[in-house]
């Protein structure tokens, strides 16, 4: 038994991406992982699937640090987009970087459920529980 129906992982380092899904996958965490290498994709499903919610995920695996847009400039798009997706969607924020700087950051966004430090290990996919 799954624990969720859909996650998405959203990293543009494609082994994190890869390890992070296969770990998903190999808990039985998630029936389905959509994988994104960019923020900016990841935000165009999201809103093109705005009117079918059972496309959306329930988490979605956010890497702070990345090239085209990072973690916190997602946030900044995901606020913008409606109560449906603000209400499935909860975003846990994963980072290699134990920054306080960071850290405080996502505490103040009212979006991010969690802050996760890489790697994402079986023990912490357990204690997630939204």
């Given at each position: 038994?799954?624990?969720?129906?859909?996650?998405?992982?959203?990293?543009?380092?494609?082994?994190?991406?890869?390890?992070?899904?296969?770990?998903?996958?190999?808990?039985?965490?998630?029936?389905?992982?959509?994988?994104?290498?960019?923020?900016?994709?990841?935000?165009?499903?999201?809103?093109?699937?705005?009117?079918?919610?059972?496309a959306l995920p329930s988490i979605i695996f956010l890497d702070i640090i990345m090239d085209d847009m990072d973690g916190f400039g997602f946030l900044d798009e995901f606020a913008k987009m409606n109560d449906v997706i603000h209400s499935k969607c909860k975003i846990v924020l994963l980072s290699t970087s134990k920054s306080f700087?960071?850290?405080?950051?996502?505490?103040?966004?009212?979006?991010?459920?969690?802050?996760?430090?890489?790697p994402l290990v079986k023990e912490v996919l357990d204690a997630i529980n939204f």
């Open positions: 038994m799954f624990k969720y129906k859909i996650v998405m992982v959203v990293d543009d380092d494609e082994l994190d991406g890869f390890i992070i899904k296969k770990t998903i996958e190999d808990n039985h965490f998630a029936e389905k992982v959509i994988n994104f290498l960019s923020a900016k994709n990841a935000l165009k499903y999201l809103k093109s699937n705005e009117s079918n919610p059972d700087e960071n850290l405080n950051r996502a505490n103040k966004n009212k979006f991010v459920a969690k802050f996760l430090i890489k």
